[in-house]
């Protein structure tokens, strides 16, 4: 089992930035590949960006390239959402999640284990 705990959400003027971070415990040895989701209000929960376990590959929503940086620090178990240029449609819940396969981490099929979530609010 591997616990995910997302936190650094909050409010935000447009144009403004945010990380949110993700500490990871229980079996994290396994070199999951994380990678963040994101819902917004009256909305399906979409895919936001991945990275692999060894930090080479990351991949992400055309709507955030550019904009959002993803990365990992294995040795503190935690993954990050560097968020800048934020705008109203960024306003979300956010979603840390784990999965076993880089390739298949950016659809929830292959996420196998999630975060409560974090609220982002982007005030225009």
């Known amino acids: 089992q591997v616990q995910l705990v997302e936190s650094g959400g909050g409010l935000v003027q447009a144009g403004g930035s945010l990380r949110l971070s993700c500490a990871a415990s229980g079996r994290t040895r396994s070199g999951y590949a994380m990678g963040w989701f994101r819902q917004a209000p009256g909305k399906e929960r979409e895919f936001v960006a991945t990275i692999n376990y060894s930090e080479t590959r990351t991949f992400y929503a055309d709507s955030v390239k550019g904009r959002f940086t993803i990365s990992r620090d294995n040795a503190k178990n935690t993954v990050y959402l560097q968020m800048n240029s934020l705008n109203a449609e960024d306003t979300a819940v956010y979603y840390c999640?784990?999965?076993?396969?880089?390739?298949?981490?950016?659809?929830?099929?292959?996420?196998?284990?999630w975060g409560k979530g974090t609220l982002v609010t982007v005030s225009s």
């Open positions: 999640a784990a999965g076993t396969s880089y390739s298949s981490s950016s659809r929830e099929d292959g996420i196998i284990y």
